[in-house]
């Protein structure tokens, strides 16, 4: 089932403020789907409802030796379909689709490399230069907010498991540890890596970030 977007507004406070009764061993895991074409030339892929590659259906049945004990209290997932295969052939039938989970939406960038970009805007990041036409980090970021709040209703039940894609998460795991959106520049993600947030004594930490998908760690593909 789609969970109904919020109105967006304004920018929330910090995302990780301290927890209220929840242990120091509640787990967030946040996984990306698995490779598609376009993430495997470089292209921006925002709203492009793009299919798995052969290689990215690999990497997706490889989550399921990565989160073969994790028993999930919810499982919230990307309405697009890259990340809802990824999260069936990981394993997951019973998910509930997140609107806030879907990738930055890149306007006039969608389909472009960063190379592209830069040709006719040097210097262009998307975390400091935004993009036209598409969504502002601002709102990303707001989105990011709901998905946290929204997870950690859930953790006092179990784990918690979002799969989503690689830029909307990285924003997920700057906003969790209560840095700005941009913070996720600094944060890598490889498709089919799986992350995990957490807490350590009430202070949101980043416990794993970007574990290698078993995949791609036997050389099945580049």
Known sequence: MHAPPAEAGPEAGPASAAPAELPDDVQLWLVRHGETEWSRSGRHTGRTDL??????????????????DVRPALVLCSPLLRARDTARLAGYQDIVI???????????????????????????????????????????SARADRVIA??????????????????????????WIALAPQAG???????????????????PVIVHWN????????????
């Open 51 to 68: 299919p798995l590659t052969a290689a990215g259906e690999d990497e997706a049945r490889g989550l399921r030796a990565v989160l073969a």
């Open 98 to 140: 997140d609107d806030d989970l879907a990738e930055w939406d890149y306007g006039d960038y969608e389909g472009r490399t960063s190379a592209e970009i830069r040709a006719d805007r040097p210097g262009w990041t998307l975390w400091t230069d935004g993009v036209p036409n598409g969504e502002r980090i601002e709102l990303v």
């Open 150 to 175: 929204r997870a950690r209703a859930s953790l006092a039940d179990g784990p918690v498991v979002l799969v989503a894609h690689g830029h909307i998460s990285r924003v997920i795991g700057a906003r």
């Open 185 to 203: 520049a600094n944060l890598a993600l490889g498709t089919a890596a799986p992350s995990v947030l957490g807490f350590q004594y009430d202070a």
């Open 211 to 222: 574990l290698p998908n078993p995949a791609t760690a036997e050389g099945n593909h580049q």
